[in-house]
C-alpha cells in the first residue's frame, strides 16, 4: 500500500484496480459497529461466556479428588504410575460426574 498526500492507497483485487482504501477503512469500522449492535454479536458474546463458565464447584472438584484416591486399593509402585493415573482419572470422573 502506497501513501500520497493523505491518500492511502492500495490494490483492490476484486475490482482489479487501486483506490483510496480510507473509505474501506471507514466502511470496516461502520460495520464492524453495526455488528457490535446486533443480536449475532451478543449471541456470539453469551456463547463464549458459556464456555468459560466452571461446569462444577470448588466442592465438587475436592470431593471427586478425595474420591478418587479413597476408591483406589492398589499403590502407584504395585501398578506403576501410568496405571495408578488412569484409575484415578476413571475414580474422579466417576465421582465427578455421580456414575
Wanted: hydrophobic share 30%.
Amino acid at each position: 500500500m502506497g501513501k500520497s498526500k493523505g491518500i492511502n492507497i492500495g490494490y483492490n483485487p476484486e475490482s482489479g484496480e487501486f483506490e483510496d482504501m480510507n473509505k474501506q477503512y471507514e466502511d470496516d469500522a461502520y460495520q464492524y459497529e453495526e455488528w457490535k449492535k446486533s443480536p449475532e454479536y451478543l449471541d456470539m458474546v453469551n456463547t463464549e461466556f458459556a464456555r468459560h463458565k466452571p461446569k462444577y464447584s470448588e466442592a465438587d472438584i475436592d470431593n471427586a479428588i478425595s474420591n478418587g484416591f479413597n476408591s483406589l486399593v492398589v499403590t502407584s509402585e504395585e501398578v506403576g504410575i501410568d496405571v495408578y493415573e488412569k484409575l484415578f482419572r476413571q475414580h474422579f470422573n466417576e465421582a465427578l460426574n455421580g456414575i
